[in-house]
């Protein structure tokens, strides 16, 4: 069993809490209702494809499909109509590669005649056979936060050792549909190795690279006999390998390898295996590609950049006080920041079309990194592009979405104004024919003991706070208080052990308008996982949700204590 799951477990009462999504300040749909007649969304600003956009336009669904999009739209009489004065809509956001609602297979055991310089296929980590929908959760709470930040569309990969096994294609929709678009879409792999951690080989990434070469050309070899005996007589029947048979699809260029990828190093020999065997590549998760932009557009690689972007805390460093040492650490530091922000910019100007990986990433910072990544150099049309047109391209599924136009999935993300304003909310999202509705809270000016003067939040006091969970409620208390321009804060919570409570300090606190996050590690099991907290300030209260990455998200809500406002 997974260690972190065996912590979760444990104080499961505690952690289910957890999770929410500041930027658009909505609510998890209660329901969700299915789109099986005819539905008309009218007079709205459509957004059909990055960089066309329709004012005054309609939309026609029939079934779950576009029937129709425009300023001419002839609606039917049995035709349900929406007023789209006031709406946005795009279409709906692919994760080119996600792990929501994924799970490890569990580890195999090891035989008794263990080999570590030779191990089986599947105690090194080496799956290929394997489909990941064996080991996915559609009713994963990870898969409604997502969707409720926009995706519609995710190709799913699995977890495990240097290869894994085979992705797959899913529609972000309702929990009795099938939801899936499309099977053995890629092969999955990685600079890691299952066996490589306890001692056996391949346990380094160039024994990865020697062995991932020997396991193709052994496919190759095999392949190639497979067609020669079945077009002539008087060979021998050729053994069948699960593994090398796995290979067959990629060697006929019909799914690609999909890479993860860390850093440049890691890109540089993924693209060496790449030019040796000329299989597709798809470079799964980067953020350093700067250094090596001559060398994919020459593999023709294509890429799916990391949505996660490092913690901005660096570039609030004070350097007055440190020695030169300290201070270039600091400022190299800081470039190194800055040139991941660059990433995307840098991609769109040398012309490689890309899409996202929300993969170690948290739905909760979307926005806000797409808009980081626009003020460092990505266009508008680039974000959109990168998270609609480019994926479905990527991913081979076009023809089934990725815009806007007839015959195509009904796969929107319908916002309250345009997607990069301030004020922009997901009012709705539909997803495979499913219709997800979102609560939108308005923002109020502040007043009372939550906000001081001319509507500035204050924090700082003592905050009793409340979280409703299937393992039923449970509560504790922030304690905040202002230290120069920085806040500092402990938060009490059911202690995992059993017994009591525990304490912990708030990390990383920060307030942004009416927005607070921050975060904070829970010690149990021997383990210590980090949980974040964001949401929204309203007079003296807050509602918001507690996250913690691999188990999805719950509300909490809190109220301040009276006569704190000053502390």
């Known amino acids: 069993m997974n260690p972190k799951l065996k912590v979760f477990s444990g104080f499961l009462f505690f952690l289910f809490f957890l999770s929410y999504n500041p930027l658009w300040s909505q609510s998890d749909p209660t329901g969700e209702r299915r789109v099986t007649g005819t539905y008309a969304i009218k007079n709205a600003t459509i957004t059909t494809s990055p960089g066309n956009t329709i004012s005054g336009a309609t939309i026609l669904i029939k079934n779950g499909l576009i029937e129709a999009v425009g300023t001419n739209v002839r609606i039917p009489n049995e035709a349900q109509i929406i007023d789209g004065d006031s709406l946005y809509i795009y279409p709906g956001f692919i994760d080119g590669a996600s792990s929501a609602g994924v799970s490890k297979p569990a580890d195999p055991e090891r035989p008794s005649n263990f080999d570590p310089s030779n191990p089986p296929d599947e105690n090194a980590g080496i799956t290929p056979w394997r489909n990941v929908l064996d ?52 092969l999955n792999a990685k600079f890691r190795s299952v066996g490589g951690g306890r001692g056996a080989y391949p346990g380094t990434q160039l024994g990865i690279m020697a062995k991932f070469r020997d396991l193709y050309k052994n496919a190759e070899y095999s392949a190639q006999h497979q067609r020669l005996f079945a077009s002539n007589s008087g060979l021998n029947r050729p053994e069948m390998n699960k593994t090398l048979q796995a290979f067959y699809p990629v060697i006929d260029k019909g799914i690609p390898i999909m890479f993860e990828v860390s850093n440049d190093l890691e890109i540089r020999r993924a693209l060496s295996l790449q030019k040796e065997n000329g299989f597709r590549l798809v470079l799964v998760g980067v953020t350093e590609a700067d250094m090596v932009i001559n060398e994919i557009k020459a593999a023709n690689a294509q890429v799916l950049l990391s949505m996660k972007l490092p913690d901005d805390k660096i570039t609030k460093a004070k350097t007055e006080d440190l020695s030169d040492e300290m201070k270039a650490r600091t400022n190299r530091a800081k470039e190194a920041y800055e040139n991941i922000l660059k990433q995307a910019g840098l991609l769109e100007k040398a012309g490689i079309p890309f899409g996202f990986t929300s993969m170690g990433g948290k739905n909760s910072d979307l926005m806000k990194n797409l808009k980081l990544m626009v003020e460092n150099g990505l266009s508008e049309n680039g974000v959109l592009a990168a998270l609609t047109t480019n994926p479905a391209n990527i991913l081979g599924i076009s023809k089934f979405t990725g815009t806007i136009e007839k015959g195509k999935l009904a796969n929107l993300v319908i916002f309250t104004e345009p997607i990069f304003s301030e004020e922009a909310h997901i009012k709705h999202v539909v997803a495979d024919g499913y219709i997800f509705d979102y609560e939108i809270k308005t923002k109020k ?23 409703d969970t299937p393992a039923g409620s449970s509560d504790g208390l922030m304690s905040i208080k202002k230290e120069g321009d920085s806040y500092k804060g402990n938060i009490t919570y059911s202690n995992p052990s059993g017994s009591g409570t525990a304490t912990s300090e708030m990390k990383n606190i920060s307030i942004s308008g009416n927005s607070l996050t921050f975060s904070f590690e829970v010690a149990a099991g021997g383990m210590s996982l980090e949980v974040t907290v964001a949401g929204d300030i309203n007079d003296d209260q807050f509602s918001g949700t507690m996250s913690l990455a691999d188990f999805g998200s719950y509300p909490l809500n809190a109220t301040k204590k009276p006569n704190q406002s000053k502390r």
Do not use: C, H
């Open 135 to 186: 080991n996915f959760d559609f009713k994963n709470s990870q898969i409604s936060d997502w969707r409720k930040s926009g995706f519609t569309v995710a190709q799913i990969i699995p977890d495990g050792g240097m290869l894994p096994g085979k992705a797959a294609v899913v529609v972000l929709g309702g929990n009795a549909s099938t939801n899936i678009l499309a099977q053995n879409t890629a």
């Open 445 to 467: 000016a502040g007043k009372g003991n939550g906000n001081g003067e001319n509507g500035a939040v204050q924090i700082a006091g003592e905050w009793d706070y409340t979280s």
